[in-house]
């Protein structure tokens, strides 16, 4: 069998078909929330200095032109089943499943209270926090499956310094001018990028590459969907985290999108993490 033939029978044998009817739900919510009256959906907007236990959750799934719909429907379809991908190939299928409950069941409720902490004479809606959750898994998912498809080597212990790159790079994007308490966010995340960097380095000496010398871009597969999460992954930032937040024609909540980067990092690293600790979920690598 080829390396091609084997990608895809084990992307046939991971996938499960429930799961992609799970992947579907936040997209078909967000259409048919778009698509109820205004006369329906005008409860559904988070006003942050009065909101509502309606809104705090609805607000997620509630978009006001087609645009920003698209947009977000884009950004989700994208990352999240990417992401899905990457956790059962790498056979983490559970971690990815627990994430998604969290994420669409709790998350919502926790980035509504996060910005109504901070009460100011604003609107909030769309889905693009929680989209950034589904991003912020991203560096566990990939190293998980560089974990299970190239060298033992790799694993969700190493994802942090990827975490901490794309807290860095951030901060670069959508904080140009680096003053006060974004420089001081901006410099932590760089030395502890540099701080993990030089843990792996010294921890990966002796790495083995054997698999990813297997990995030929010939053979297909395996090796192009690692790649292409990592364009994902700096390039995403780029979209989300613009150096100008006003110029689409809305304003876009970088707080928000940094919130849930960080919260759909940091649970499900967390969880793994806890979980290897205390001896549950045998085999979890951290």
């Known amino acids: 069998m080829s390396r091609q033939s084997g990608f895809r029978a084990d992307v046939r044998d991971a996938v499960h078909v429930s799961d992609l009817a799970l992947l579907a739900l936040p997209a078909l919510a967000m259409v048919g929330v778009f698509v109820l ?18 809104a ?20 989700y379809l994208l990352v999240a089943p990417l ?23 709790v998350l919502p ?58 807290a860095t790079l951030i901060g670069v994007l959508a904080l140009p001018s680096l003053t006060g308490p974004s420089f001081g966010v901006t410099a932590v995340a760089a030395l502890a990028t540099a701080r993990y960097g030089q843990d792996i380095r010294d921890e990966l000496t002796t790495l083995s590459l054997e698999g990813f010398r297997n990995a030929t871009v010939e053979d297909g597969g395996f090796l192009e969907l690692g790649v292409s999460a990592l364009v994902v ?18 304003v876009v909540n970088l707080y928000v999108h940094l919130l849930g980067y960080c919260l759909g990092y940091l649970s499900p690293f967390c969880t793994a993490f806890l979980a290897g600790r205390i001896g549950y979920g045998q085999g979890m690598d951290v």
């Open 83 to 105: 992401v899905y991908l990457l956790c059962v190939l790498g056979g983490r299928r559970g971690l990815f499943l627990a994430s998604f409950g969290t994420f669409l069941l």
């Open 37 to 54: 009256p205004d006369a329906t959906t005008a409860g559904f907007a988070l006003h942050y200095e009065d909101p509502t236990l309606l």
């Open 233 to 250: 992954f700096l390039c995403f930032l780029f979209v989300a985290f613009p150096s100008d937040p006003a110029s689409r024609g809305a």
């Open 109 to 166: 409720w926790v980035l509504s209270a996060l910005n109504v902490v901070l009460a100011r004479p604003r609107v909030g809606f769309g889905f693009s926090g929680v989209t950034l959750a589904f991003f912020g898994l991203l560096p566990s998912a990939l190293l998980t499956f560089i974990d299970s498809q190239f060298t033992d080597d790799v694993g969700i212990r190493h994802s942090p310094v990827l975490f901490f790159a794309g």
């Open 56 to 75: 705090m959750y609805a607000s997620n799934f509630l978009h006001r032109s087609l645009g920003h719909l698209l947009g977000n429907l884009a950004a």
